[in-house]
């Protein structure tokens, strides 16, 4: 169990304390396996959002047992928690794009974070990683001259530059048409695939339900259907 | 280049270009750090020029030790001191001259309109060449006639246009006090705070024109050393020698006796030093606001930044040194600006105005540190940057 990319055990989460504690997690078990790609479906306040921000090492783990990329998130400290984020690729709703870069500065900023690479080699790599999502000819642009779809691209191979171990995605189809949304995430699911990368994607759109290789349904805090799988067996990746 | 550099030049990069692209914020950034900076400039200009018109007298004359009295606060209101206090100086070897200088205030009239103002006198020895005031070498033997003064020429524009009626008519007569005078030259001195207009003329003129005051007694006395003398060793003999009713001084340590004056013992200082702190407060307020919505309206990006592992400090950085490049790029046209403001000023004021390097560096580093201080104070709201809000 320790070399899954993810490994949640008995994880309990609350907003508020004391009187005024709410839980929105109760004993949530999940595990990804290497280069899975699992989407987690359930309506709103059911609790996927902030499953996926515990995992994505964005909020302090109150309960349970939630181990990230070998790293155990429950008491872990700040610097380790901001460390581990850089192994970690976020495609959020909106592209969430730096409006004054262009789209390879705006990769090439995963990349400031690495520690080795000359600005050259960041920039040859961010064109580069443009290329395979079919932007390599739009570097120059700023965010503000690209479609919905080519942003969320750029996002993706933002994401995907540092060679993240872990992708997480929030809704990344919520502000793009039928059309575009799968495309980026038939995208998403290749390159995620060519480099062994697992995805855990929150989703309300079934229209990309087919890129999955699993999917988790949750309600009321808890994980109710693991698509005929159990949660601890998954099926590597493929 | 090392990590160690790239901790500060990446974010320095980031902030330069999330200024760049928004041109019309940066450019009201900049003219308000701009704006500050003029006024600081001007503040302590004019402040330095006041004080150095104040003590401008003292500083043109050519002597290497003075003697003053003790309870003499300023030299427009001098007290009055033996003149014997001279001839004892004379009794060490290495004076070689001891010159007694008069100073009083009477009232000028106005030879074009008749108005009448106060005007500072300074009387002395014509032949002992203390005075180091411009034009006054061809005038020396026209002042030893009776009743003759040179006038400043820097005089404020009150005292009338005594230049033009010199040009049109050569030495005339004017009124000084209650006494008729020949005006035979023009000389430059300098208004004060003191003294809007200065006459000088010889120490027998002086006598004829204050005629109520005890003959005995003189305001300041020059001292010249023979030539390779020690002045220190020279004071430290002096202040031997003399009685309590006078000090002995230094010619750097009596403008500094002067500029103590209006520096401490009015509040000339503190109107100064008051202006340039308002100046500071509304640059710092101004570049705070310009930060503080970048920040505000740039948070989903910056909490994007957190989430891909960028630490709070690096944002921190980024913050900062936009700050210091608003400081810098606001410094410079500041610079430029307070320059010609200097000169047209200056012109019009009768001040002193002049641009050293000292201030311009004492300038920038208060700039520096509002710009500092704001971006300390804007940093604050990256808090509200928070990635797990961004799901």
New interface residues.
Partial sequence: MDTMPVAVRGLNYSYGTGDMARPVLRDIDLTLAPGEIVLLTGPSGSGK?TL??LI?A??AVQQGSCAVLGQELLGAKE?QR???????G?I???H??????TAR?NVA??L??L?GL??AGRLARAGAMLTSVGLGDRGEDRPDRLSGGQRQRVAVA?ALSADPGLILA?EPTAALDRQSGGDVVRLLRDLAKQRGVPILL?THDPRILDVADRIVAMEDGRIVQADGRTASGPRPGG | ?K?GL?ALF?PLRLAW??L???KARLASAIAGVMFACVLVFMQLGFRAALFDSASALLASMRADIFLMQPLTTASFRPETFPRARASQALALPEVWAAVPIYMAQTTWRNPENGSRRAMQLIGFDMEAGVMGFPGLAPLLEALKRPDTIAFDRRSRPEFGNVARLLAERGPFQGQLGNHRVEIVGLVEVGASFGADGNAVMSEVNFRRLTTNRVATTVDLVAIKLVPGANRDAAIARLRQVMPGDVMVMSQPQLVAHERAYWENGTPIGFIFAFGSLMGLIVGMVIVYQILFSDIAS?L??Y?????????NGFLGRAVLSAALLLAVLGFIPGLGLSWVLYAVVGKATFLPLAMDAIRAVGVFALIFSMCAAAGFLAMRKLRDAN??D??
């Fill in positions: 959002t996926l921000t994505g964005l909020r610097a901001v460390a581990l984020r850089r192994r970690i976020f959020f709703q909106s969430n794009l730096l409006g004054f870069l500065q900023m995963a400031e974070l520690p000359t600005e933002r929030d929150v | 280049m990590p790239n990446l270009r999330q760049r692209a928004e740039h989903r990006e909490a994007t930044l957190k989430a891909m592992g960028y630490s990635p797990a961004m799901f």
